[in-house]
Every structure is written in structure tokens, then in C-alpha cells.
């Protein structure tokens, strides 16, 4: 087989090779490397990638984050993915007005008429960092998976805007959205939120704030590997631990260790350029884990990577929705580390991860 041929045939045994079960009181999958490695080690391709990496400075956490750590933090963040779809998705940039400024939007449309479903997705990048450039290929897939507008925010970041400037701007786009959903050719009464990492955070909390304001526009959120406990409070639910992770064989461990940690280490100083003393990092809108009510929330998709530093937080936050009687869906996708929808072309579980993420909303919207 060809290289193209064998992409292919990985991403078709990644949907096939579905088992899902019952797990603490939601819908539970986990997806296997599909080429065959062997359990507690990671995807070659990870394996690869990680290989070629060098922890940067940022992740010391003894000493404040500098001007100059942001730029190199930024310049870091992202990689050079490629497009997967097979159809034409209209893409159009439009400006919004917010209370703090104009909002930039990329608008990406699929193929058919409507309305349809719109998504509003917002990109990671740790609240200082991330671009709608990165997120440009796996928006557009999304739309064309799941039949859906998909609207990319690019969203105020710190330090430059501090807490909650980024996290107004994501809630007022899903305003405007729903304020403007058929000029889009979308059904108002089919939105759903999705991000990744710190974008998966602002997705979870414009849902909670959605529930607390009684706007009720969000019907499905798609969450992936958020970061929910940015205080990194322990709870009844959760508490960080190395030996939560299941690693075999030395080759793999230093890489998968130096992963865990450099991440974990990189929070203090990120929360500190995030909020800048605004409000404490246990704010519900800040640490949704730390909520004391998570009823009354729209149906949740959660993808988690099993070599992640946040997956633990996010099976806590998978079981505490479920105890609050929402209806979740939990995917891990074992061998995968952070931000691996970044590699969308290189990883098929990027792919698979958008496929998942499409026939959710097609099932929720039905």
C-alpha cells in the first residue's frame, strides 16, 4: 500500500474498532492505537513527533513568565496540519462587535442547503497563545463531516487581555450566532460549542454560563482534552497522580513522563497571564470541575488523550456531569498525547476525532 492507502486503512480500523461501555454512569470508548502496538506505549507517530521536541523554558515554574517566554511559548504552539476534506467549504472572514472590540470570525460553510447546524468552535493555546490558522483545516473537516457551519472565534488572549476578555468574546459569538443564524443558513435552535484544550475550557464554561443566564442556545458541547481544574484543586472526583498512567517499557517512558510534566508544570505561570489577580482560580468560570451544579447542561462529547496530564480532571469532570444527570460520552484514545488534533493528516486519530465529533451532533440534531 501506498502512504495514502495505509492512512486510510488506519483511519477505517479507528472507526471500526468501536467498543463502547458503561462507566460510571456515562457512555465510555476507548480507542486503540490501530496499528497494532502493544498497550501502555505510545502511537509510533506520537513517539516520533515527541522525539524531535525539546521541553522549552516556560515549563519552570520558579520563576514568573516574561515577555519574552510568551513568544517563545507562542511560536511553539501549533503544527503545519493538512486538509482532509474532499468537498468545497466556503470560508469567510467577518468581523463582530463585542464590548471589548471587534471579533474575528472564520465562517466555514459545507456543500447543501439549510439550515443546519452551526457549531462555534474556539482554538487551544494554554488562554495566551493558539490561532484560527491552526484550527483552519480541522474546522473545515468538521463542517464537511458533520454537515455544519462551523464559526472559528479568534478570541482576546493574555497577558495582553486578562480574564474574562477572551471568555466574553467566545460567549458574545455564540450570541451573535444565534442572533444571526439564518442570514448564516443555520438553525437557531441547533448550536453547539466545541474547542480544544484551553478552547474546550471557554466551550464548557459559555455552556455553564448559557445554563446560568437562561439564554438556553447551547443543545451539545464537544470538549476536547479541556483543561476543567485549572487550580488544580483536589475533589472527591479528582487528584492528579503519575501512577494513573499505565507506561511499559523504558523507551517510552521519559518521553511520555517529559510530556506529563512539562504541561503540568506550564499551568501556574499560564493561570497567572490568564487572570492577572482578577478573580481566584476556583471560579466555576474558570475551573468548571469546582462548579458546585453542573445540571441542566446540554448533552457532552468528551475526547481525551491517554498520555495527557489533563485526562485525569477530565474523567473527573465526565463523572461529576453524569452524577448531575447530563448525558455524556467519553472517548480516550490511548497512545495519543496533548493538542493532537494539531496533527490532523499526520495522526489518524485527528481524523477520527472529527468523524466521532460529527456523528454526535447528527445524532444530537436528528
Same mark, same amino acid.
Given at each position: 500500500?501506498?502512504?495514502?492507502?495505509?492512512?486510510?486503512?488506519?483511519?477505517?480500523?479507528?472507526?471500526?474498532?468501536?467498543?463502547?461501555?458503561?462507566?460510571?454512569?456515562?457512555?465510555?470508548?476507548?480507542?486503540?492505537?490501530?496499528?497494532?502496538?502493544?498497550?501502555?506505549?505510545?502511537?509510533?507517530?506520537?513517539?516520533?513527533?515527541?522525539?524531535?521536541?525539546?521541553?522549552?523554558?516556560?515549563?519552570? #515554574?520558579?520563576?514568573?513568565?516574561?515577555?519574552?517566554?510568551?513568544?517563545?511559548?507562542?511560536?511553539?504552539?501549533?503544527?503545519?496540519?493538512?486538509?482532509?476534506?474532499?468537498?468545497?467549504?466556503?470560508?469567510?472572514?467577518?468581523?463582530?462587535?463585542? #464590548?471589548?472590540?471587534?471579533?474575528?470570525?472564520?465562517?466555514?460553510?459545507?456543500?447543501?442547503?439549510?439550515?443546519?447546524?452551526?457549531?462555534?468552535?474556539?482554538?487551544?493555546?494554554?488562554?495566551?497563545?493558539?490561532?484560527?490558522?491552526?484550527?483552519?483545516?480541522?474546522?473545515?473537516?468538521?463542517?464537511?463531516?458533520?454537515?455544519?457551519? #462551523? #464559526?472559528?472565534?479568534?478570541?482576546?488572549?493574555?497577558?495582553?487581555?486578562?480574564?474574562?476578555?477572551?471568555?466574553?468574546?467566545?460567549?458574545?459569538?455564540?450570541?451573535?450566532?444565534?442572533?444571526?443564524?439564518?442570514?448564516?443558513?443555520?438553525?437557531?435552535?441547533?448550536?453547539?460549542?466545541?474547542?480544544?484544550?484551553?478552547?474546550?475550557?471557554?466551550?464548557?464554561?459559555?455552556?455553564?454560563?448559557?445554563?446560568?443566564?437562561?439564554?438556553?442556545?447551547i443543545r451539545f458541547q464537544a470538549l476536547l482534552y479541556p483543561t476543567v481544574n485549572v487550580?488544580?484543586?483536589?475533589?472527591?472526583?479528582?487528584?492528579?497522580?503519575?501512577?494513573?498512567?499505565?507506561?511499559?517499557?523504558?523507551?517510552?517512558?521519559?518521553?511520555?513522563?517529559?510530556?506529563?510534566?512539562?504541561?503540568?508544570?506550564?499551568?501556574?505561570?499560564?493561570?497567572?497571564?490568564?487572570?492577572?489577580?482578577?478573580?481566584?482560580?476556583?471560579?466555576?468560570?474558570?475551573?468548571?470541575?469546582?462548579?458546585?451544579?453542573?445540571?441542566?447542561?446540554?448533552?457532552?462529547?468528551?475526547?481525551?488523550?491517554?498520555?495527557?496530564?489533563?485526562?485525569?480532571?477530565?474523567?473527573?469532570?465526565?463523572?461529576?456531569?453524569?452524577?448531575?444527570?447530563?448525558?455524556?460520552?467519553?472517548?480516550?484514545?490511548?497512545?495519543?498525547?496533548?493538542?493532537?488534533?494539531?496533527?490532523?493528516?499526520?495522526?489518524?486519530?485527528?481524523?477520527?476525532?472529527?468523524?466521532?465529533?460529527?456523528?454526535?451532533?447528527?445524532?444530537?440534531?436528528?
Amino acid at each position: 500500500m501506498n502512504t495514502a492507502e495505509q492512512a486510510e486503512a488506519l483511519l477505517r480500523k479507528l472507526g471500526e474498532e468501536t467498543a463502547e461501555t458503561e462507566r460510571d454512569g456515562y457512555r465510555f470508548t476507548v480507542k486503540k492505537i490501530p496499528d497494532g502496538a502493544a498497550s501502555g506505549q505510545l502511537d509510533p507517530r506520537v513517539y516520533d513527533v515527541l522525539g524531535e521536541q525539546v521541553i522549552p523554558p516556560f515549563s519552570n #515554574v520558579e520563576r514568573r513568565m516574561e515577555a519574552e517566554d510568551v513568544r517563545q511559548m507562542r511560536a511553539m504552539m501549533g503544527w503545519p496540519n493538512t486538509s482532509v476534506t474532499r468537498t468545497a467549504v466556503e470560508t469567510v472572514c467577518r468581523k463582530i462587535n463585542g #464590548v471589548n472590540g471587534p471579533i474575528p470570525l472564520r465562517i466555514y460553510t459545507p456543500e447543501g442547503s439549510g439550515p443546519r447546524p452551526v457549531v462555534v468552535f474556539f482554538h487551544g493555546g494554554g488562554f495566551i497563545g493558539g490561532t484560527v490558522d491552526v484550527m483552519e483545516n480541522p474546522c473545515r473537516a468538521l463542517a464537511e463531516k458533520a454537515g455544519a457551519i #462551523v #464559526v472559528s472565534a479568534d478570541y482576546r488572549l493574555a497577558p495582553e487581555h486578562a480574564f474574562p476578555a477572551g471568555l466574553t468574546d467566545c460567549f458574545e459569538t455564540v450570541q451573535w450566532v444565534r442572533r444571526h443564524a439564518w442570514e448564516l443558513g443555520a438553525d437557531p435552535g441547533q448550536i453547539a460549542v466545541a474547542g480544544d484544550s484551553a478552547g474546550g475550557n471557554l466551550a464548557a464554561v459559555c455552556a455553564i454560563m448559557d445554563r446560568d443566564r437562561g439564554t438556553g442556545m447551547i443543545r451539545f458541547q464537544a470538549l476536547l482534552y479541556p483543561t476543567v481544574n485549572v487550580s488544580g484543586t483536589e475533589t472527591e472526583d479528582f487528584r492528579w497522580s503519575e501512577e494513573a498512567y499505565d507506561i511499559r517499557g523504558h523507551r517510552d517512558r521519559e518521553l511520555i513522563l517529559g510530556g506529563l510534566h512539562g504541561l503540568g508544570g506550564s499551568f501556574p505561570g499560564l493561570i497567572e497571564l490568564y487572570l492577572q489577580g482578577r478573580t481566584e482560580s476556583t471560579h466555576l468560570y474558570v475551573s468548571p470541575l469546582l462548579a458546585g451544579d453542573l445540571g441542566n447542561l446540554p448533552e457532552t462529547l468528551i475526547v481525551t488523550a491517554e498520555y495527557d496530564y489533563l485526562r485525569l480532571e477530565d474523567e473527573a469532570y465526565a463523572r461529576k456531569l453524569a452524577r448531575s444527570g447530563v448525558s455524556v460520552r467519553m472517548i480516550r484514545y490511548n497512545g495519543m498525547d496533548h493538542a493532537f488534533l494539531d496533527k490532523l493528516g499526520l495522526y489518524p486519530q485527528a481524523e477520527d476525532c472529527l468523524n466521532e465529533m460529527a456523528r454526535e451532533m447528527k445524532r444530537v440534531f436528528a
